[in-house]
């Protein structure tokens, strides 16, 4: 076989960091809770979920529309420290997607929370996921922030 046969795969992984006002309870309630997915991000619909939001082997299905174009995802929860650390696994039709990492610390300013997701990319395209990535990351945070300070129910303008 040629060196120009093999696939190499890897993975594509961003992390960032944004410091709510608010105790980690306050984060950890909204970024557990699937319901509240189309509020931080309206090109998702949440189509089921299962088990007790943000306990070990729950999880959710979402679809994400960009354009015409949708895909289904399917979360499971395989590690969970409430209210400070969340890991999730992502599949999409049965094939790893990745994963995401959501943690909260808190600091003497409120709750330091992290997001840091990762994905398979092939050799060589890490870096164009990454910078794919990042700006979702930010608008992720930014969101989950503004929802956190308008008590969890809706964005604060």
Not at 47 to 55: S, T
């Amino acid at each position: 076989m040629s060196l120009s046969r093999i696939r190499r795969v890897g993975f594509a992984e961003v992390s960032d960091s944004v410091l709510v006002p608010v105790a980690p309870d306050a984060v950890w309630a909204v970024v557990i809770d699937p319901t509240k997915l189309p509020v931080l991000d309206p090109r998702v619909s949440l189509l089921e979920e299962f088990g007790a939001a943000g306990d070990l082997g729950s999880g959710y299905i979402v679809r994400v529309t960009r354009g015409r174009r949708s895909a289904d995802l399917h979360y499971l929860v395989v590690e969970s420290t409430a209210p400070n650390r969340l890991r999730m696994t992502v599949q999409r039709n049965g094939r790893d997607a990745g994963s995401q990492l959501v943690e909260t610390n808190p600091e003497r300013e409120g709750t330091r929370l992290t997001w840091t997701t990762r994905i398979p990319a092939q050799f060589g395209t890490a870096w164009v996921a990454r910078q794919i990535m990042r700006p979702e990351c930010r608008v992720w945070l930014k969101s989950v922030a503004g929802l956190v300070r308008a008590g969890g129910d809706g964005p604060q303008p």
